[in-house]
């Protein structure tokens, strides 16, 4: 029971190669799943499946052991939720909004409220009509989450937010995860899921691709050492020293080798004695190696990974 | 079963359109049934058709507002992105378009009511000279009651097609055909029962055949009888908006 979300084998085809195919995986208890994929690549409509708006046209999805399309009601009594897409109602200005929403939601917590909507910098006098994108985004962050719940579905969560909004939500998100809520984040914004997320689920036309750890994918990455000597001897007594070769240029005198973390002192003990004209690092980052599951296999089958 | 919160935001936003449905029934109504120069048009006229028109504009817009406009838009994800179920939503907004309906007709009939007491209008006036005497309190409220039921028929209609359908597009299409062929119906009917040859077969294609008027002003109980078939017809297109509305996928 320590799965508060589970997802299995949800499939929803919508013709054409639309929509989700196959797809499981599970959130646990006080854990950030990112949910990283491109446009289109049905990570919304996953979200709708757990939302209770869709029914699966087969497999299963459920929240707290309860089926999200029978037990919509009760599931959402621990849900907070942020549509992909800003549609607020019309014809009410930000606090009437927040006020319907806590009614809705049979629960009033003014003190919470009002953290929110100074930490998001929300004035609330502004009907929702003439709102700003970024500002009707603001306003339903803070109705998603002033109900305190335990569990948050926020579906790309910082799109239409200015660079320092951004980082204000990260941080605010950071918090959540340090009162133990429970988070499924969809995001095609490598960054932030690196920057929140303990794994991270990677989705490509409607198919999940890969469910890898984040702290695991962190220390997996290597760098890319490249060292310019200033004689042959030491090029070749250098790439004979055991550290695994990615590259060599006899012409420039110049060799790369990839480096893990745990290897750094082999490569400094192996560079030491010898004579360097230049030097560079490259870091591989996660986006690198997200880039390489978005671009691989494509329906045109080409490589493009460079 | 009522969501308080969700019936107060119905109410805040359609109250431009209701306000000025009800007003405008109301007035033409107190003009109809005291200025001399109109009074004897006020069945033919007002009762019979401003009574049907002006709910029927107001419940096609409105019944769309409430369901379907909303899943279009997308705001429907917040309603149920609390622990509102989708029945307490439709059960919601079916009480708001009933009881608004009632409550347009509540005033209209009172200030009929007014107008009628102050300065009683005769049959001979409405040029019935087969019958003798005013036109009585009890026969407004009748009157009224008979056409309220027809005009909540027609919204449990436009309520069917805005729970059915996830775009405005098609409920606002259909229920406006719905709602427009049967007011067209209902006064070329009434022109066929004012003697013009051929129309009165008009009154076949239409709810609005349900609302009879006449048969109130001649005290018999037709009327009565009459308003089984649109309680009939609210009950099973309430339901069906409400089954499909709870059962169907939603694109938010
Ligand atoms: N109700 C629907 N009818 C038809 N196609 C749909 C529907 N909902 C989603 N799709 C399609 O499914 C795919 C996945 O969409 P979506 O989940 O919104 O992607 P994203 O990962 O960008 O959120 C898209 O190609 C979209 O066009
Ligand atoms: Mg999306």
Redesign the pocket.
């Known amino acids: 029971m320590n799965d508060i979300i589970k997802v299995s084998n949800l499939t929803h085809d ?2 054409h190669g ?3 195919f196959d797809v499981s995986f599970t959130v646990k208890k006080g854990e950030t799943l990112g949910f990283l ?12 499946h757990l939302m209770g708006f ?1 029914s699966p046209q087969s497999g299963n999805v459920s929240i707290n052991g309860l089926d999200c399309r029978k037990s919509t009601g009760r599931i959402m009594e621990k849900v907070g939720y942020l549509p ?1 897409e800003v549609a607020l109602p019309d014809g009410l200005n930000g606090r009437e909004f927040i006020k319907m929403m806590q009614g809705m939601h049979k629960t009033k917590n003014d003190e919470r409220t009002a953290y929110l909507l100074k930490k998001f910098r929300l004035d609330t006098d502004v009907p929702v009509r003439k709102m700003s994108i970024g500002e009707k985004r603001k306003l339903a962050v803070v109705t998603a989450f002033m109900s305190d719940p335990d569990i948050l579905l926020l ?2 969560p910082t799109s239409g937010l200015d660079p320092l909004m951004q980082e204000v939500f990260i941080d605010f998100i950071k918090e959540e995860k340090q009162r133990g809520k429970t988070i499924l984040l ?1 995001s ?1 914004i490598f960054s932030e899921v690196e920057a929140l997320c303990d794994r991270i689920a990677i ?1 490509k036309d ?1 198919r999940l691709v890969s469910t890898v750890d984040a702290q695991e994918v962190r220390h997996g990455l290597h760098n890319i050492m490249t060292v310019e000597f200033k004689d042959k001897d030491d090029l070749l007594q250098f790439c004979n020293s055991g550290l695994e070769l990615s590259g060599r240029d006899d012409k420039h005198l110049r060799c790369s080798v990839k480096v893990y973390d745990e290897d750094i002192n082999a490569f400094i003990s192996a560079v030491k004695c010898l004579k360097i004209k230049g030097f560079s690092e490259h870091s591989v980052t996660l986006e690198e190696y997200f880039m390489h599951f978005y671009k691989k296999d494509r329906a045109t089958g080409g490589v493009c990974y460079a | 079963m009522l969501s308080l919160p969700l019936l107060k935001q119905s109410i805040k936003s359609n109250a431009v359109m209701w306000g000025s449905m009800t007003g405008v029934m109301t007035l033409l109504c107190i003009q109809f049934s005291s200025l001399d120069m109109t009074r004897s048009l006020l069945f033919t006229i007002f009762y019979g058709m401003m009574t049907t028109i002006l709910p029927g504009i107001y419940v096609l817009v409105t019944a769309n507002k409430l369901l379907a406009s909303q899943v279009d838009r997308g705001s429907m994800a917040y309603v149920l992105s609390t622990p509102i179920k989708r029945s307490t939503v439709t059960f919601t907004q079916a009480f708001y378009l009933v009881n608004s309906l009632v409550l347009m007709f509540a005033i209209q009939t009172g200030a009929h009511l007014i107008v009628n007491n102050i300065s009683p209008i005769s049959f001979a006036t409405l040029g019935l000279n087969m019958l003798k005497g005013d036109l009585t309190s009890k026969m407004i409220i009748q009157v009224n009651l008979s056409a309220l039921m027809v005009c909540i028929a027609l919204a449990a209609v436009c309520f069917m097609f805005s729970g059915v359908f996830s775009s405005s597009k098609y409920a606002v299409g259909l229920s406006g055909a719905f709602t427009g062929v049967s007011i067209l119906a209902n006064m070329l009917a009434m022109f066929g029962s004012l003697g013009v040859e051929g129309l009165d077969k008009f009154k076949y294609l239409t709810i609005c055949t349900f609302y009879d008027y006449q048969s109130v002003l001649f005290s018999d109980s037709d009327w009565m009888v009459k308003m089984i078939f649109p309680i009939a017809i609210a009950v099973i297109a309430f339901g069906i908006g409400e089954i499909v509305f709870s059962k169907k ?1 939603l ?1 938010l």
């Open positions: 919508y013709g639309r929509g989700v994929g491109p446009n289109g690549a049905g990570k919304s409509t996953t979200m709708r869709s992909g579906d790309e969809s095609h989705i409607g | 996928d694109p």
